[in-house]
């Protein structure tokens, strides 16, 4: 498994693991100081290496090219994994390695709140990495304890069983139609961490990013780890072969396809790389191929020995937003589409979500409606339970779009509703008889905390790169990603709002290299050539902002995140601004999700002066949505200037790659999408120069 190296370490090298079968024959000589764990497995005859294999799965290779999916992989059944790693939830010192989590003499299953890692909130799960000698008694093998591992690097992968089915990954058991929903759960990983090995075992922590409500039973996770061999810590790349646990693929051999930059660095703390995961290079067996499919799936009752398994429960209801129920036969699987199990909407049972963030409906009075489900969420925008007093939320609909349902005041512009418990309500939108745009504001608090952008008519393509916003004819936009122009069965432009006709995806992530930071990284990469703003500037024709200078200085934990902003732009024809009594609102999204809003509704100071017309805001206690001050000024004729500061823990988690900024004053609506950077120190910065 090269691309476990590269992952752990970053480290570079010559690798050829391109063996035949006839090249396979049995390990006779040690490969480092303990040779138990590759005892009997087969080696690669060009290299002298073991080949990396899976427990209960026959050896996997992916043939000359070392790249798997390119039609020259081989199954050699002849062999089988045995055990060489197990990965256990908490804290393991005993020699002998234990049952896993819900299996006959094992511990009972570990229920964990979402949280940890970079949101800086809850606790993260514990796990112990164990290099197992291979003995038959006890049943999971004794751990190897002398140094002969020691410094060699770990890594630990979390999984999440989304469907509910007892399984990780793509399975026949149950039917073929939801395999693109099981294949997602593979391919959609909740959490990683790195460590490093000593005396045989590993241990560390790490955060979990979906949950499910502790209400419908929260989502059982899967722990699947992988570690590495080699007489030399430091020539890793050439001088070893990985172990591991099962997992639900095989990842890539090539190590270019995993770290990026130019290919995998050398072990040096002052060079940066990006670790991809790009499932479109993983191993996942067709599921027509006799008996593999059910090799891969992994288990989360504990009958899966190497694995470990915890169910993890949402946080406590902070927010709300609005999602659509996928179709399990249509969904495509992608690693950044992130969907999440929530209760059906009669509490019976369980059913997976998708926020929507933009949405198309017919133009044809009451003949066709769009149901939507509005749900409570925490702060990592998992559904959850709200406590017994629930949410107070206010719906409110702009321009081209109604709330038929629910409507208790008979105004279809606006509701007023109390969610109570995680089951949430139904909205029902419908067109108000007329092609345009609109948008849906879902308010908590008087804070907007969700918009779902609406677009009455035919569906579009706002950016005119030939491929609709909505290609699949869902009414979601962004449900179904393309990974080329129509993906064979129609699909989503998969970078909205940027000109990128060829769709280029190629690592399977939902998100186009136009709009996921690969273009920034690497501009002469396939497709990257053909990254631009349509001329209007955006989606749906709204005019665009000039010049943008928005940065971002995320701080670990509960310490202060801190945001500045810089804008200019040209007021349209016929608009005025008055920030002293109308609101003005900003809204910082990406990847489709908002990320950040303010409101400041009417609370602008006044400052014009007979040539120039000033409006201001301060406050050091930050108390309207983290903004601190906030200034707008005339340049010159229509030219404006606008400036915010806004600071608070957890403010925003903004990564690089393609952001959308929507800035609005009272109902006039000025749009740019624009890309970041790492600037260092957990700083990004997004640019935007016209």
Same mark, same amino acid.
């Given at each position: 498994m090269k691309s476990l190296r590269a992952v752990i370490l970053g480290l570079t090298g010559p690798v050829v693991l391109g063996a035949t079968l006839a090249a396979v024959v049995v390990l006779a000589m040690p490969v480092f100081a303990r040779a138990d764990v590759f005892a009997g497995d087969p080696i690669d005859a060009g290299t002298g290496l073991p080949h990396p294999m899976m427990p209960g799965l026959p050896l996997v290779l992916d043939g000359d090219d070392d790249r798997w999916n390119t039609g020259d992989d081989t199954v050699d059944p002849g062999f089988t994994g045995d055990?060489?790693?197990?990965?256990?939830?908490?804290?393991?010192?005993?020699?002998?390695?234990p049952a896993p989590s819900g299996a006959a003499g094992g511990p009972s299953i570990t229920v964990l709140q979402a949280g940890g890692g970079s949101s800086g909130s809850f606790a993260e799960a514990g796990f112990t990495v164990l290099v197992s000698d291979g003995a038959a008694n006890p049943p999971y093998g004794n751990v190897i304890d002398d140094s002969g591992l020691d410094n060699r690097?770990?890594?630990? *992968?979390?999984?999440?069983?989304?469907?509910?089915?007892?399984?990780?990954?793509?399975?026949?058991?149950?039917?073929?139609?939801?395999?693109?929903?099981? /294949?997602?759960?593979?391919?959609?990983?909740?959490g990683r961490q790195v460590g490093v090995l000593a005396g045989g075992r590993g241990h560390g922590t790490l955060g979990i990013q979906i949950a499910a409500p502790a209400s419908i039973g929260g989502l059982a996770v899967s722990l699947s780890a992988g570690a590495y061999t080699g007489n030399d810590s430091q020539i890793l790349f050439i001088d070893g072969t990985p172990i591991f646990t099962k997992w639900p693929f095989f990842p890539p051999l090539d190590p270019n396809r995993v770290v990026g930059n130019g290919g995998a660095p050398p072990p040096d703390p002052e060079l940066t790389s990006k670790i991809k995961f790009e499932p479109e290079n993983n191993f996942a067996p067709d599921p027509a191929t006799p008996g593999l499919l059910e090799a891969f799936a992994v288990a989360t009752d504990g009958s899966e020995?190497?694995?470990?398994?915890?169910?993890?429960?949402?946080?406590?209801a902070a927010s709300v937003r609005l999602f659509s129920e996928i179709d399990a036969a249509s969904f495509r699987a992608s690693a950044r589409v992130r969907i999440r199990p929530a209760p059906s909407s009669d509490g019976a049972s369980r059913v997976l979500v998708i926020p929507v963030s933009y949405v198309v409906i017919p133009v044809d009075g009451t003949s066709t409606t769009h149901p939507l489900r509005l749900l409570p969420v925490d702060i990592?925008?998992?559904v959850a339970d709200t406590d017994v007093q629930g949410l107070s939320v206010e719906l409110r609909a702009h321009g081209a779009v109604r709330i038929v349902s629910p409507n208790a005041d008979g105004d279809q512009t606006?509701?007023?509703?109390? /969610?109570?418990?995680?089951?949430?309500?139904?909205?029902?939108?419908?067109?108000?008889? /007329?092609?345009?745009?609109? =948008?849906?504001?879902?308010l908590l608090n008087g804070k907007v905390v969700w918009q779902t952008l609406v677009v009455a008519g035919s569906a579009l393509d706002e950016d005119g790169d030939g491929v609709f916003d909505d290609g699949n004819g869902s009414g979601i936009v962004?449900?179904?990603?393309?990974?080329?122009?129509?993906?064979?069965?129609?699909?989503?432009?998969?970078? /909205?709002?940027?000109?990128?006709?060829?769709?280029?995806?190629?690592?399977?992530?939902?998100f186009g290299a136009c709009c996921n930071g690969d273009c920034i990284e690497d501009p002469l990469a396939e497709g990257c050539g053909e990254c631009q703003l349509p001329a209007g500037g955006g989606p749906g024709s709204v005019p665009p902002l000039d010049r943008v200078n928005l940065r971002v200085r995320m701080s670990a934990g509960q310490t202060v995140d801190r945001m500045t902003l810089k804008v200019d732009f040209d007021l349209p024809p016929g608009v005025e601004i008055h920030a002293d009594t109308e609101s003005v609102t900003l809204g910082v999204f990406q990847n489709d999700t908002l990320l950040y809003s303010g409101l400041l509704d009417g609370v602008m100071q006044n400052v014009s002066t007979p040539t120039k017309t000033r409006f201001k805001y301060k406050d050091k206690s930050a108390s309207l949505d983290s903004i601190s001050r906030a200034s707008l000024?005339? =340049?010159?004729?229509?030219?404006?200037? *606008?400036?915010l500061r806004a600071r608070a823990p957890g403010l925003i988690d903004v990564g690089v790659g393609a952001v959308r900024l929507d800035l609005q004053f009272g109902g006039d609506l000025l749009r740019s999408i624009f890309d970041c950077v790492e600037k260092g120190n957990n700083a990004v910065r997004c640019v935007l120069s016209n």
């Open positions: 055990i060489d790693l197990a990965v256990r939830v908490g804290t393991v010192t005993a020699v002998s390695i690097g770990l890594v630990v *992968f979390a999984f999440g069983d989304l469907d509910g089915d007892g399984i990780i990954g793509p399975t026949n058991t149950d039917g073929s139609t939801d395999n693109s929903v099981e /294949l997602q759960e593979a391919n959609a990983y909740l020995p190497t694995t470990d398994q915890l169910i993890v429960v949402s946080g406590p990592l925008g998992n606006t509701e007023t509703l109390a /969610l109570i418990g995680a089951v949430g309500t139904s909205v029902v939108l419908n067109d108000t008889g /007329l092609s345009g745009e609109g =948008r849906v504001d879902v962004g449900d179904r990603p393309c990974t080329t122009p129509d993906g064979g069965a129609g699909c989503d432009d998969n970078c /909205l709002g940027m000109i990128n006709p060829s769709q280029v995806d190629d690592g399977g992530v939902g000024r005339q =340049r010159k004729g229509v030219s404006y200037r *606008f400036r």
